[in-house]
């Protein structure tokens, strides 16, 4: 799948068609995030990056405060969206600012 058709799929995410692994759950707790917080972010912000790691799995970039940004590694197969991982990295990583 392109980074383009994942995108517009991506509009579609709803409570109904997604699933949290066991991983993404464990990290979930680990990083001290809310599951609600990140669905909020991937619904109403703008994606600053995007990187296509295989046919059906990407890691989408979004800026979560001024240090930090999170990224979420979603899958989508069957019409589902799964929720593989949400990964903190400083926000100068993506930037190169120093």
Known sequence: MEIEEFLEILKTLSENNYELT???VQRLKERNFKFDELYNILKTKKCKGIINQNSDTFKLYYEYDLKKDIILVISYRF??????SPIPQETKRRTKHE
């Open 79 to 84: 019409n589902k969206f799964y929720f593989i």
């Open 22 to 24: 066991d991983h993404f």
